[in-house]
């Protein structure tokens, strides 16, 4: 009986590894990017809401590309916890 209750409590005597939270994007990043409306009926209105389009697009665009290097960079802390097991 003493060495099955040994058996079991050597299980417990290494330290468990921390429990690590999972790493989400920044908040700023999950946000809408506003889609601008058109107002007027002037061949002017269309170039400015077509200008203000773009720089949507560009927001948006540059949202993704910092979604890309936060991966990446998770990725490789990632890789260096797996490493330092």
């Known amino acids: 009986m003493t060495s099955l209750a040994l058996v ?3 299980a417990c005597s290494r330290p468990c590894p921390p429990v690590t939270p999972p ?3 920044p908040a700023f990043l999950m946000e809408e990017t506003p889609e601008p409306e058109l107002s007027g009926t002037k061949v002017k209105d269309l ?3 077509s200008v203000a389009l ?6 948006a665009n540059g949202d993704k ?3 890309r290097d936060w991966v990446d960079e998770v990725g490789k802390i990632n890789v260096d916890r797996i490493n330092d097991r």
């Open 8 to 10: 079991l409590l050597s």
């Open 23 to 25: 790493l989400l994007p």
């Open 47 to 49: 170039v400015d809401w």
């Open 54 to 59: 773009r720089a949507a697009l560009r927001a």
């Open 65 to 67: 590309k910092i979604l």
